[in-house]
């Protein structure tokens, strides 16, 4: 319910932040700055073999970049920062998150639970080639490196098939890429853009994690 409040609030603030943005900003203006935010779900490109991923693993990006225009063409190159969020909802629990090696172990099928996840956090930098129209059609195409700066597992369920019934979050997990890399598109009209993110590597490094590699799906909305 708390994560269907936030994409409404996320929302709400964006219609709003675009209309204050139309009285208030020049199109000079909007045109130099984007803020936005991405709303996703991650489809696994590799998972192991062992563990069952759920269908949706919501995720989210807060951004804002700087828009360079090319010359006098409504086209731009733009540059920024921005904090990802990457959430992966499986059946399986990290045995031990300061291993050498990460090993994820499935949940015995006696054992009640309600929620298994990984959280991954990222420092992004973007960087982006713009195309947009006076009539507000936009198309856009870009890469970006991501930092790793956060990460924990959450667990809410039984320890047991007998209990007792925890909450345990671990954070710090070991062995993570210190840097994703991967390539972004976006297409969409005004403030709303479908959304993509192809990364290239995997989160954990080769040999000592699960082999983890997602497609970012969803929307994108950008007030101004």
Same mark, same amino acid.
């Given at each position: 319910?708390?994560?269907?409040?936030?994409?409404?609030?996320i929302?709400?603030?964006?219609?709003?932040?675009?209309?204050?943005?139309a009285?208030?900003?020049s199109?000079?203006?909007?045109?130099?700055?984007t803020?936005g935010?991405?709303?996703f779900?991650?489809?696994?490109?590799?998972?192991?073999d062992?563990?069952?991923?759920?269908?949706?693993?919501?995720?989210?990006?807060?951004?804002a970049m700087?828009?360079?225009q090319l010359?006098e063409?409504?086209?731009?190159?733009s540059?920024?920062?921005?904090?990802?969020n990457?959430?992966?909802?499986?059946?399986?629990?990290v045995?031990?998150?300061?291993a050498?090696?990460?090993?994820?172990?499935?949940?015995?099928?006696?054992?009640?639970?309600k929620?298994?996840?990984?959280?991954?956090?990222?420092?992004?930098l973007?960087?982006?080639?713009?195309?947009?129209?006076?009539?507000?059609?936009?198309?856009?195409?870009g890469?970006?490196?991501?930092?790793?700066?956060?990460s924990?597992?959450?667990?809410?369920?039984d320890?047991?098939?007998?209990?007792?019934?925890?909450?345990?979050?671990r954070?710090?997990?070991? /062995? *993570?890429? @210190?840097?994703t890399?991967?390539?972004? %598109?976006?297409?969409?009209? !005004?403030?709303? /853009? *479908?959304? @993509?993110?192809y990364?290239?590597?995997? %989160?954990?490094?080769?040999? !000592?994690?699960?082999? *983890?590699?997602?497609?970012?799906?969803?929307?994108?909305?950008?007030?101004?």
């Amino acid at each position: 319910m708390k994560k269907f409040q936030l994409i409404i609030a996320i929302c709400f603030f964006a219609l709003l932040g675009q209309t204050v943005s139309a009285q208030v900003l020049s199109e000079s203006a909007k045109r130099k700055i984007t803020v936005g935010a991405d709303i996703f779900t991650d489809i696994w490109l590799k998972s192991p073999d062992d563990i069952e991923l759920r269908t949706i693993h919501q995720g989210a990006t807060g951004f804002a970049m700087y828009n360079f225009q090319l010359g006098e063409s409504m086209s731009s190159f733009s540059v920024g920062l921005g904090i990802r969020n990457h959430n992966i909802y499986s059946n399986a629990r990290v045995e031990d998150v300061k291993a050498d090696t990460i090993k994820m172990v499935p949940i015995p099928a006696n054992v009640n639970y309600k929620r298994s996840k990984i959280n991954l956090v990222y420092l992004d930098l973007p960087f982006e080639f713009k195309f947009r129209t006076e009539s507000g059609f936009k198309v856009s195409a870009g890469f970006k490196v991501g930092w790793s700066i956060d990460s924990k597992e959450k667990y809410v369920g039984d320890l047991t098939s007998s209990g007792p019934k925890v909450k345990e979050k671990r954070k710090g997990i070991s /062995n *993570l890429e @210190t840097w994703t890399y991967g390539a972004t %598109f976006r297409i969409g009209y !005004k403030a709303f /853009n *479908l959304y @993509t993110y192809y990364q290239i590597n995997d %989160f954990f490094e080769k040999g !000592k994690g699960p082999e *983890l590699q997602p497609l970012s799906v969803g929307l994108t909305i950008t007030p101004f």
